[in-house]
């Protein structure tokens, strides 16, 4: 067995050689990098197009090393109708694409050949097969060792595409630029394109907006708070939508459950689910339309704010049954801005940032009663929260 292997070594290493010409291989281009080379070649036309569209041109000319395997023009000529054109339009999308076909560092045709797979710049891996020629994914390498200043191109025949995992059907849906953006600063990116499986409850752009702009930049600036609050958002496993609707709550990655309330429509805590059981080859997600908060501990100014918050509901609910609406939203109001004026110094983080975007929500209403819903919401919010807290000191 040990002289199959080596044989079937020797002979790919032969074809390697066979398919790399003298005028390319080697160090024929080393003056030039790898976009100069491409150009230079006259057979990457589309790709160096692509690379411009994509914005990676100044990545490409850095110093690297990179490895790139490169499709040719009649690579990208054999994309169906029409897939092409939309990649262009769609920066991100392609951005995805053309990272897939780079690996970090100078990987020559002879180490090529010794590899089962190799990670590419955009996270996922590809993976190699030598049993019949080289193969990279569902592409023939048809020259090698191409050499250039910064790395080195390997000649493809055939457009390889990155595997929809949970990472690349959010970027697809072009809804979730915020959250992509917020797992990059986490640093859950290569998790969540891991094999899982995951669900993810994904809040949208919009979602994120609903947060106070100056609590969103925190938390990108703060990777520890920011990944409680992502992995907040993901449950192990592949749940369905018809397996979600029958649970009463789920353990998130965070450690912590979330409540899942499936009488009116379906709600993740505070957030109502918008579409369900868009596919991942890792998992599923589940689009919600507000930021999931975990609950943390309640300190003794938050159990105050319980106190002031229960007042005002007591006083506010016979006013808006009354059908003084805008009595009702005056009193929240007065209640949420004194609770964060006066306790802001000590408030727990997520009690703040549930008021906050309670006011933020009752600005943007349309009316008072809208106004005093959208404070209640986050007074139920608050008062969730808390319940669950005492109830877990209660349970140690």
Known sequence: MKMTNQLTGVMVCGMLAAIATPALAGGANDSKNIVQTAIAAGQFKTLVKAVEAAGLV?????????TVFAPTDEAFARLPEGALASLLKNPDAL??????????????????VKLKSAKTALGQTVEIDTAKGV?????????????????????????????NDIIEVARSAGSFKTLLTAIEAAGLTDTLRSAGPFTVFAPTD??????????????LKDKAKLSAILTYHVVSGKVMASDVVKLKEAKTVQGQSVRIDATK?????????????????????????????????????????????????????PLFNAGNAEACAAVYEVTTATVLDLAAGRLDSGVRMRLERGMRDARLAHSASDRAWALRHAFDDVLASEGRMMGLAASR
């Open 206 to 219: 919009e979602a994120f907006a609903k947060l106070p702009k100056a609590t969103l930049e925190g938390l």
């Open 135 to 163: 193969r990279v994914e569902n592409a023939n390498v048809v020259k090698t060792d191409i050499g250039a200043s910064n790395g080195v191109i390997h000649v493809i025949d055939a457009v390889i595409l990155p595997k």
């Open 95 to 112: 951005k995805s694409v053309l990272l897939y076909h780079v690996v970090p560092g100078k990987v020559m045709a002879a180490d090529v």
């Open 265 to 317: 429509g379906v709600m993740v805590d505070n957030a109502k689910v918008l579409k369900t059981d868009v596919a991942a080859t890792n998992g599923v997600i589940h689009v919600i339309d507000t930021v999931l908060l975990p609950p943390e501990k309640m300190g003794a100014a938050d159990v105050g704010v319980g106190s002031s918050i229960r007042l005002a509901i007591e006083r506010g609910v």
């Open 58 to 66: 100044d990545t490409l000319s850095s110093p690297g090393p990179f």
